[in-house]
C-alpha cells in the first residue's frame, strides 16, 4: 500500500513577532484516507520559489510511527526575506530524489508539493501535486490532487499500478496480455480511441496520452471532478500527435447516444469498490462494448471488500472474458501489495461479430 504526503493545512505565511514563519499541517496517509505510515520516516521540507522553482530554504522533518499528523513550522524569517515571493511548499522523503512509478521500485512514500502562496495571501489553496517520473520518461507526469477527503479527486494505488502495466506494455517488457500488446504496439493509421471510465484527476488516461504516440483519450466521470481533471489536462505534456479531452458522464445517467464513434480501449481503475455502482458500471461497459464489439477493457482494482467480487459476476454474465496479470506496489514494512489488472475483451458469440 503506497502512502501519500497530504496537507491537512496548505502553508502559508504567518507572521509571530515581527518574525515570518512557513507553517502547514501535513500527515502520511492511503489512498482511502484510512490509515497512517506506520513507520519513521525522515523527510524534507523546501521552500522554493513559485515562478523558478529555486529552493530558497530547506529543513528535516521526522515523521514517527505513531503520528497522525506532523506539524511544519519553517523559519523564522525576517519579513524582508519574504517580501514580493509567491512561494510553494514540498515535502518529500529525505533520501529520495524523484518519485519513479517502476515495476518493483515505486517509492513507499509520495512527495507533494503546494500550490503557490503569497505573503500577504490566504493559505495555498487545498491542492497538492505529483511529480511522478514514469520509467525513464524524463518528463515528470504533474497531477494534482484535493487535500480534502473527496474519493474522486485523488489518485488512488490502482492507477499507479495502470500506469506501470500500461508503460510496460507498450514498451514490450509485459507480454501478459497480448490483445492489449498488439492494440498499444501495432502502427496506427488513425488515432487508438481510448475512453476513462471514473477517471477521477485523470492520472492514467494523461498517462497514456503522455506515452503513446497518435492516441486520444477521453476522460469521464461525475461533474465534481471536472476543475481537477481540467487543472491536469491544462498540465498535461501529451505525445505530440495525441489528444486529452473530457466529459461527464455518470454510469447511473448515461445518454442515449453514448458513444459516437468506435472506441479500441477502455480504462477503468479502481472503480470496483463499492458494490451498489457494479451494475451500472457493467451496463456502461456493456453498452461502449456494443458498438465497438473489439474494445479492450483494461480493469485494475485493489481488493477491499469481499463484496467487488460481484464486478466479476457481472462481466462474466455479460460475455467479458478476461486475462488476469498482477503489479506489485510497495507496502509499510517491507512488505507488498497486489494491484490485480484484468484485461476483458467480449466473448465472441452468435449476436457477436
Ligand atoms: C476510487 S476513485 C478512482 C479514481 C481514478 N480512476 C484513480 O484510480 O485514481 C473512483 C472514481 O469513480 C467515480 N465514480 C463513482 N461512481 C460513478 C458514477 N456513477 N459515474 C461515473 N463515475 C463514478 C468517482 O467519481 C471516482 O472518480
Redesign the pocket.
Known sequence: MVYYIRFLKTPRFQVQKKSVFISALICITT?LGDDFLAEDVDLIATWAQYSSHKALYQEPLKWEASTRQLPVMLGPFSPNDVAQKTSILNIQLQDSQKDTLRVNSTPLVMSGCSASFGPQSEPAEKLILRELYVADHKQPLKIWEETGNS?????????LA?IIFLEQTIQGTSKEMPALSQLLQAPRSSPLQAV??????G??GIALATMLDHCDVLL???P??EEIVTLNINEARPQPSSRIHYQT????DPPPNLCSRPIDLIL????T??AD?LP??VSVLNRLVETSPKALVLV?LKRRHESEAVFFDLMRAAAFAPLQANVQLPAQHEEVDHIELYCYRRQAGPDVP
Open positions: 489512498d474519493i474522486a479527486r485523488h489518485i488512488w494505488d490502482a492507477a495502470s476513462e471510465l471514473g477517471a477521477g484527476c492520472i492514467v469521464t466521470d461525475l465534481e471532478v458522464l455518470d454510469w447511473d477503468v481503475s479502481d472503480c469498490y463499492n455502482s451500472t458500471l485494475a
